[in-house]
């Protein structure tokens, strides 16, 4: 888990610089006007690693922490553990694209966090395994359940668009997680269907 864990120390540590950093916060986050006009297109990776606040970069580090020693692992084989950054690095991008195509002239948005790429790694975990149980405020959920729930949700909350969560980020990131997976190792969709026929969920 070399490179979860070092995608999670380079994460808190910018982040943690960049509370306490006025310049960094806005030399890194994603400014769409800043893309476009000006050619900073750096910012399409660095808000990744920028958060809001503590409990924003904790929630993002610890699902990051507990699902990518498996997708990392179960990467490795098919294109090492480069692979994987650049699975996450490049989930970072995807994820925010259709964020930054529509606010590409809105001088008034600023998007940051690890979500979009977080909720890949995530989404490719249920997709290896439907059936596991994961806890959400403790209480156990098969991880397929929680999916549904949560590209349910999403898709909700970004058409409602009543608060400053970028829900796109987390929908994009999800499909992005499985198509990616999928296509690196196009049997994992018919061990997926395979696995959804005999559910093992509190066995």
Known sequence: ????????????????????????????????????????????????????DGMHLLFNMITLFFFGPLIERFMGNYIGTVGFIAFYLSAIVVAILPTYMKNANNPAYRSLGASGAVSAVLFAFVLLQPWQTIYIFFLPCPAILFGVIYIAYSIYMDRRGTDNINHSAHLWGAVYGMLFIVLMEPRVFSAFLGQLAQPTFGR
């Not at 070092?6 to 916060?25: E, G, H, P, R, Y």
């Not at 800043?34 to 050619?39: D, E, Q």
Request: hydrophobic share 60%; net charge positive; charged share 10%.
């Open 1 to 52: 888990m070399i490179a979860t864990l070092a995608l999670l120390a380079v994460t808190c540590a910018i982040s943690f610089v960049a509370f306490n950093n006025a310049k960094v916060m806005n030399d890194f986050i994603l400014w769409p006007p800043a893309v476009k006009r000006h050619g900073q297109y750096w910012r399409l990776v660095t808000h990744g690693f920028l958060h809001a």
